[in-house]
Nanobody, 121 residues
């Protein structure tokens, strides 16, 4: 069984920074693409940033230049450094990962429960 757990959310003023982390644990053989999504109240979930196993990255236009996604394959973690935060960044942030499970060798998409980020003065 595989679990993803996010951490690092909180309340920050506009212009501030936060770093989110997501750790995958359990019977992991390998992780593939990992990503951060967010969902604001009343809005659809949107992709924030994605990183491939070999560190290729994609960003939503609204966060490009402000957010940086990174990963540690040895630790099965993915992080999101968020700078110059705006009120529009307020949302629940969730991580997503393609994971091959060690005992069955099945690859599934796994989601964390999310962590709240609130940007307000």
């Amino acid at each position: 069984q595989v679990q993803l757990v996010e951490s690092g959310g909180g309340l920050v003023q506009p212009g501030g920074s936060l770093r989110l982390s997501c750790a995958a644990s359990g019977t992991i053989f390998q992780t593939y693409a990992m990503a951060w999504y967010r969902q604001a109240p009343g809005k659809q979930r949107e992709l924030v940033a994605r990183i491939s196993h070999y560190d290729g990255t994609d960003y939503a236009g609204s966060v490009k230049g402000r957010f940086t996604i990174s990963r540690d394959n040895a630790k099965n973690t993915v992080s999101l450094q968020m700078n110059l935060l705006k009120a529009a960044d307020t949302a629940v942030y969730s991580c997503d990962a393609g994971v091959r499970e060690r005992t069955t060798m099945r690859t599934d998409n796994c989601w964390g429960r999310g962590t709240q980020v609130a940007v307000c003065s």
